[in-house]
């Protein structure tokens, strides 16, 4: 797949035009077909070349297509919001309307985003369970170096090997002139396209079950684990998702202020328990005791 399988996150840009033209290569190298034609389709516009009128600055983009071009985008609620500000303040050359626009990126740009993130549909990162522990392991260390961590993970060397391979064809790990690992950013965001769907389901999976080895084996010790119940309007349901993945952020903003090689994970379900039968996931097992 490339070095250029990840794009840096939309809130890390000063110009949309320049995003677009990241958004362009890395979607040409990760989505089968992709054209200009493609885009437009998605965006529901007339014109196939559309966006390339719009990245190269032959045109403006107008406030209805502001939204078409967002929703191509994928864009959440936030990076909407932020992309509709950045392309009003890119465009406009009043001096008043410029400051205002300014001000409001600056509000809108989360202040605890770490240095570098950005999204990707390499993958190499949900294939095992261990893949980002050894991305995030990697950095500012020697090949041999992260293969002998595997003994503390206890994962053998060929298992090691082989996740550090798959990780730099798919260009999430790259070697520096001393032979280092960098990594191509802080942080990594998936995008749920549908090629991708059943793989990432499939690595939740695993990650729910190295939840349950924990609690058997670290509850008490330097595990944390906790359980709500509630009451919560299925509307909410998204509003509550957005605030649990800054929450998210938050942690790991903190997290990078101190360097460690010690690899915690963790694990976060939130899912309604009415209308179901959970009875049997409970049920005793029978037989004599």
Same mark, same amino acid.
């Given at each position: 797949m490339?070095?250029?399988?990840? =794009?840096?996150s939309?809130?890390q840009?000063?110009s949309? @035009? !320049?995003?677009?033209?990241?958004?362009y290569?890395?979607?040409k190298?990760v989505?089968?077909?992709?054209?200009y034609a493609y885009?437009s389709n998605?965006?529901g516009?007339p014109s196939?070349?559309? =966006?390339?009128?719009i990245m190269t600055g032959?045109?403006?983009?107008t406030?209805d297509n502001?939204?078409?071009?967002?929703? &191509?985008l994928?864009?959440g609620?936030e990076e909407?919001?932020f992309f509709e500000?950045l392309v009003h +303040?890119?465009q406009t !050359? !009043?001096?008043?309307?410029?400051?205002?626009y300014?001000?409001?990126?600056?509000?809108?740009?989360?202040?605890?985003q770490?240095?570098? /993130? &950005?999204?990707t549909?390499?993958n190499a990162?949900?294939?095992?369970w261990?893949?980002p522990?050894v +991305?995030v392991? &990697?950095?500012?260390?020697?090949?041999?170096?992260?293969?002998?961590?595997?003994?503390s =993970?206890?994962?053998s060397p060929?298992?090691?090997s082989q996740?550090?391979?798959?990780l730099?064809e798919?260009?999430?790990?790259?070697?520096n002139?001393? /032979?280092?690992?960098?990594l191509?950013?802080?942080?990594l965001?998936? @995008?749920?396209s549908?090629s991708?769907k =059943? *793989?990432?389901?499939e690595?939740l999976g695993?990650?729910?079950?190295l939840s349950k +080895?924990?609690w058997r084996? /670290?509850?008490?010790k330097?595990?944390?684990f *906790?359980?709500h119940?509630f009451t919560?309007?299925?509307?909410?349901?998204a509003?509550?998702?957005s605030?649990?993945?800054?929450f998210?952020?938050?942690?790991?903003?903190q &997290?990078?202020q101190?360097k460690?090689?010690n690899?915690s994970?963790?694990?976060v379900q939130?899912?309604?328990l009415?209308g179901?039968n959970l009875?049997?996931l409970f049920?005793?097992p029978?037989?004599?005791?």
């Amino acid at each position: 797949m490339g070095a250029n399988c990840v =794009l840096p996150s939309l809130f890390q840009f000063g110009s949309y @035009r !320049e995003y677009l033209k990241q958004f362009y290569e890395y979607s040409k190298k990760v989505t089968p077909g992709f054209s200009y034609a493609y885009f437009s389709n998605r965006a529901g516009l007339p014109s196939p070349n559309y =966006l390339q009128m719009i990245m190269t600055g032959r045109r403006n983009l107008t406030v209805d297509n502001i939204h078409r071009f967002a929703t &191509a985008l994928d864009f959440g609620e936030e990076e909407r919001e932020f992309f509709e500000t950045l392309v009003h +303040w890119e465009q406009t !050359e !009043e001096p008043t309307a410029k400051g205002f626009y300014r001000r409001r990126l600056d509000r809108l740009r989360p202040k605890d985003q770490p240095e570098t /993130r &950005a999204l990707t549909r390499a993958n190499a990162l949900f294939r095992e369970w261990y893949h980002p522990v050894v +991305w995030v392991a &990697a950095e500012g260390k020697t090949r041999d170096e992260v293969v002998e961590l595997g003994g503390s =993970l206890k994962l053998s060397p060929e298992q090691m090997s082989q996740a550090l391979d798959q990780l730099g064809e798919e260009g999430l790990l790259v070697e520096n002139a001393e /032979r280092k690992y960098q990594l191509v950013a802080d942080h990594l965001q998936a @995008r749920d396209s549908n090629s991708m769907k =059943l *793989l990432q389901k499939e690595y939740l999976g695993k990650q729910l079950d190295l939840s349950k +080895w924990a609690w058997r084996n /670290r509850y008490g010790k330097e595990g944390v684990f *906790l359980s709500h119940t509630f009451t919560l309007d299925i509307d909410d349901y998204a509003q509550f998702s957005s605030q649990m993945t800054e929450f998210l952020s938050s942690l790991v903003a903190q &997290a990078d202020q101190k360097k460690s090689n010690n690899i915690s994970q963790i694990n976060v379900q939130m899912f309604s328990l009415s209308g179901q039968n959970l009875n049997k996931l409970f049920k005793e097992p029978e037989g004599n005791c």
